[in-house]
């Protein structure tokens, strides 16, 4: 066996022998200098030479990447006055002085520039139709790229464009009127392309209601403000004074997997439209001379995946969203995390049971506590999303605002709210002679009310409108009379959102401040531990709407969020580990604590089966490999000192 072993090892090391011989004798046929290359990477070279260079292209999503050229058809169909490709949309958002639009290719309406809020990220730019006040263009340049803009006009339908990050523009139409708590629209809401047929109806509507001109507007007593701005339908620039309410959004995979492949980027789209809503929705809040705070959009996450009972409505989701809902816990710190007062979730109105529509936790005329200001929207892959109206509509639950006194329940036919019951929490809505106009409802109401033409306006009774005017070089000389926008606190039918909203903004404000910054009161610890037992890593930290994330060797850890850290070790988890402590104040990191992994004694492999190792601490005779070694090595510097001599 021993002879065996020593010819097998003398072999192997005659073998490399040869091999450093051949070698040694290709690199004196090179000439001096020249590099080794195989024939692989002689060929890989030859490739690249014939090739065509690649052309640097910057991606098409990057502001300022596209290079000039005409605009695609849809973009100079959406917006007539631009003729070229825009290559950034931040920028033309901070210079366009006017905006045109067209929601129907024969209705084109000139916006001028009434304010820029530029916050790097977004740059929404402000327009209003000077000759109808509560009219808007609210127009946001996001952060994937693209434009979206939401066209309001009183008593008319919602316009929403879009113009992708490749330009591409769609135009999508929504009758605010038709949407209510629980209640979906009568028929989808569509892209003009797919109602060809009933644009005429839709554009006599949108012509003839779109003459709700509010005139003799006072500021009211208590709101500050100025009635010429609330007129105009101009945002009232935010100060020192002005109450912020974060608003999150969250959206469920659902909601994702409905619009699909519709856009390049659908969480950018979902966060986009989010903005514009709010954004308008602070438009509503200065035509209705509520200037004492201004709603903020905190941007939209994707929430965590819930199970929702088969036929459950939307209540089910405000619920779920709720302080002990099935993912309260997780809104709730993502909330004090983002600094957000209120939190509004995008769900799918193709999810069994779900409705198109929104639904929101209210207590009427006082605000809602921390945890449930809460509220749903619907958004399905048919109709898009429900309306900016819907969305505000249900914030404003949340501060304690009610629907029109007729329609107090949800959907819109619940009880009528009685006379002299001391609320003033309620919409307003008021009737419309149907002999004016056949195409129009014969009720038209504020944001909280159910009429089928709505303004964009809270009801405030120091606000009236007058019915009249024309539109887009038409005119129907109508004239409908004055309307006021609500009733006194001491009417037997009061209506007075406005007051409602702003009495509550203090408190509404401050559910998303009033945390402290985190503080660790607890360092993780060093553990020791043996391979295959388990350990965990604790953490003791104060503040409120704390959300943490373990960190290994300065990488952070897929799913470790919590206070606690636990796992079975294994040899790949010794190292260094810190926490880090997040809320909407601020940010801390935990102490390093080093996790030690011993290995068990004789885990390690042995030779094993009995017979000579040949080793000991004793010495020995050398094995035959090694004698073999030695006669090779001998061999090799031999020949090595031969080929030092040719």
């Known amino acids: ?161 879009y113009s992708a990050p490749d330009g591409t523009t769609t135009v999508r139409e929504a009758q605010p009127g038709e949407e209510g708590c629980a209640v979906g629209g009568s028929q989808p809401n569509r892209t ?41 339908g101009v945002p ?12 999150l959004f969250i959206y469920s995979q659902a909601t994702l997997d409905d619009i699909g492949t519709s856009q390049a980027d659908p969480g950018g789209y979902i966060d986009t439209y989010s903005k514009a809503c709010i954004e308008s929705g602070n438009v509503v809040l200065n035509n209705s001379a509520v200037t004492n705070f201004q709603w903020k ?24 969203i709720s302080t002990g809902g099935l993912i309260g816990d997780w809104v709730t710190a993502h909330a004090y995390a983002a600094g957000a007062s209120q939190v509004f979730l995008w769900n799918s109105g193709s999810e069994p049971g779900a409705t ?29 999303p429900v309306s900016y109206k819907t969305v505000i509509h249900e914030l404003a639950h949340n501060f304690g605002a009610e629907h029109d006194r007729a329609n107090v329940g949800a959907g819109g036919t619940g009880y009528t709210a009685p006379d002299g019951n001391g609320l003033w929490c309620y919409g307003m809505m008021w009737s419309i002679p149907s002999s004016i106009n056949p195409s129009l409802s014969n009720t038209a109401s504020t944001i909280m009310g159910y009429g089928s033409a709505v303004i964009p306006y809270y009801s405030n009774p120091n606000l009236t409108v007058h019915v009249t005017g024309p539109l887009g070089g038409q005119s129907n000389n109508l ?30 404000a401050g559910y998303g401040s009033g945390i402290a910054a985190p503080a660790i009161t607890a360092q993780p610890q ?86 000579s190792s040949g080793g000991g601490g004793g010495g020995g005779a050398p094995s035959d490999c090694f004698l073999a070694a030695l006669l090779c090595l001998s061999t090799v510097r031999g020949f090595s000192r031969r080929l030092r001599h040719v």
């Open 356 to 384: 198109y529509s929104g639904i929101a936790n209210s207590v009427p005329q006082a605000a809602i506590d921390a945890g449930h200001a809460r509220a749903v929207g619907g958004w399905s892959a048919v109709s898009g």
């Open 479 to 508: 004239d409908w009379g004055n309307q006021v926008l609500g009733k006194a606190t001491t009417d037997p039918k009061a209506a007075y959102n406005a007051k409602v909203l702003s009495d509550n903004a203090a408190i509404m």
């Open 1 to 161: 066996m021993k002879t065996a072993r020593f010819l097998l090892c003398s072999a192997l090391l005659l073998t490399g022998l040869a091999l450093l011989g051949h070698r040694a004798a290709s690199s004196s046929r090179r000439r001096p200098g020249a590099p080794f290359a195989s024939a692989n990477a002689t060929a890989t070279a030859a490739s690249a030479e014939v090739a065509p260079a690649a052309e640097a292209r910057p991606l098409a999503s990057e502001p300022g990447s596209r290079a000039p050229g005409p605009a695609c058809a849809s973009l100079t169909k959406a917006y007539p006055g631009i003729k070229e490709r825009v290559q950034d949309w931040h920028e033309f958002n901070r210079s366009a002085q006017s905006i045109t639009v067209a929601p129907y290719p024969d209705l084109p309406l000139t916006f001028t520039r009434t304010g820029v809020k530029d916050e790097g990220k977004y740059v929404t730019w402000f327009g209003t139709v000077k000759e109808i006040p509560g009219s808007s263009l609210v127009t946001v340049a996001g952060p994937t790229g693209g434009e979206l803009s939401l066209l309001v006009m009183p008593g008319s339908s919602q316009f929403t464009f």
């Open 236 to 247: 009232a620039a935010a100060d020192s004074n002005t109450l912020m309410v974060g608003v």
């Open 297 to 320: 959009h905190l941007g939209a996450q994707l929430s965590p995946t819930y199970t929702r009972t088969t036929g459950a409505n939307l209540d089910f989701d405000v619920a779920a």
């Open 526 to 611: 060093n553990v020791t531990v043996q391979s295959g037992n388990s350990f965990s890593l604790t953490v003791t930290a104060t503040g409120g709407g704390l959300i943490y994330q373990w960190n290994f060797n300065g990488s952070a850890i897929s799913g470790a969020t919590a206070s606690l850290y636990s796992k079975t070790a294994t040899s790949g988890d010794a190292g260094n580990y810190t926490v880090t402590v997040t809320n909407s104040v601020g940010t801390v990191t935990s102490a390093t604590a080093t996790v030690t992994v011993n290995t068990p004694s004789g885990s390690s492999s042995s030779s094993g089966g009995g017979g």
């Open 192 to 232: 003009t392309a797919q109602a060809p047929a009933t644009s005429a109806l839709f554009k006599a509507q949108y012509t003839a209601a779109s003459q709700l001109i509010a005139q003799n507007q006072a500021s009211p007593s208590g709101f500050g403000g100025s009635s010429s701005d609330a007129a105009q």
